[in-house]
């Protein structure tokens, strides 16, 4: 009897250090995923972004501050950040800005037939006071994420236009 007592006492006690041993696993995939879950891939800085920045910034535009001269588009960033008029077509610099980019990301990324599911074009300036001058934004940035950013000097600060692909 004695015996037997011994045992049933001995299976369970590695009943329940098995228990433990199953709960402890559990806890640690579970800490594991919670982890994997919230980490976000870092952005990937891209050449390509970048050289399409540099295009987009250099681009002759239709605002004129006096004829003939028009701005670039990154004259045009400043001027949109220092609330200039576009003189010869009777427009706000950044309504025209916002306008003029947003169809530049359209005809040139074609969301439905690419790996791209979304992009975000944005203008801060940096310096004694950090302010948001343009922000451009289409679909749901999930999964990879590729960007570029070039800086603009303006007065007591710069620009930062920074440009970045979802999905890719």
């Known amino acids: 009897m004695k015996k037997d007592k011994r045992i049933k006492k001995r299976a369970q006690e590695e009943m329940v250090g098995f228990v433990l041993i199953i709960l402890l696993v559990v806890v640690v ?3 594991f995923l919670g982890y994997s879950l919230r980490h976000k891939q870092e952005p990937v800085q891209n050449a390509e972004v970048r050289s399409m920045i540099n295009a ?3 681009y002759t535009t239709n605002c004129s ?3 003939p001269n028009y701005y670039s588009v990154q004259d045009l960033i ?4 220092n609330k200039e008029n576009c003189d010869n077509i009777d427009m706000y610099s950044c309504e025209y800005l916002n306008s003029l980019l ?6 040139s990324i074609d969301i439905e037939n690419m790996s791209v599911q979304a992009y975000e074009l944005k203008a801060n300036f940096v310096g004694g006071k ?3 001058i343009l922000w451009i934004k289409k679909g749901n940035c999930t999964g990879n994420v590729t960007l570029a950013s070039q800086q603009i000097a303006a007065e007591q600060g ?3 236009v920074s440009l970045k692909f979802c999905g890719v």
Not at 78 to 81: E, M, N, P, T, V
Not at 102 to 107: A, G, H, I, S
Request: charged share 25%; net charge neutral.
């Open 56 to 58: 987009m910034l250099v």
């Open 158 to 160: 710069n620009i930062l």
């Open 65 to 67: 501050p006096y004829f």
């Open 130 to 132: 950090n302010e948001s």
């Open 29 to 31: 995939g579970l800490v």
């Open 102 to 107: 947003k169809d530049m990301l359209e005809k």
């Open 78 to 81: 400043k001027a949109c950040y």
